[in-house]
Nanobody, 120 residues
Framework: QVQLVESGGGLVQAGGSLRLSCAASGSIFSLYDLAWYRQAPGKQRELVASITSAGSTNYADSVKGRFTISRDDAKGTGYLQMNSLKPEDTAVYYC??????????????WGQGTQVTVSS
């Protein structure tokens, strides 16, 4: 299986930017689909963005035009570039992965999360 470790979270002002990283180990990274989830206090966990092993991307409506998901298979790392951050983006962000040949939509492997706080 694959192990995931997020980094890059922090405190930024509204309108600022952060880049989250998801370092993978323990398996063949290029064979996995990746996703970023977030969970804010009092809210349901939300799928923010996903990218397949082939590079196809999808975004939640709330982040379209502001966030970009990407991957570097040679480095075994996924990224979430977050621009024009808003206070409503404040949440714990989680990296998740699933085998590209999975017959289900759920992501099987999860990182520990990294806190993103956007001040107003």
């Amino acid at each position: 299986q694959v192990q995931l470790v997020e980094s890059g979270g922090g405190l930024v002002q509204a309108g600022g930017s952060l880049r989250l990283s998801c370092a993978a180990s323990g398996s063949i990274f290029s064979l996995y689909d990746l996703a970023w989830y977030r969970q804010a206090p009092g809210k349901q966990r939300e799928l923010v963005a996903s990218i397949t092993s082939a590079g196809s991307t999808n975004y939640a409506d709330s982040v379209k035009g502001r966030f970009t998901i990407s991957r570097d298979d040679a480095k075994g790392t996924g990224y979430l570039q977050m621009n024009s951050l808003k206070p409503e983006d404040t949440a714990v962000y989680y990296c998740a992965a699933r085998r590209s040949w999975s017959r289900t939509d759920e992501y099987d492997y999860w990182g520990q999360g990294t806190q993103v706080t956007v001040s107003s």
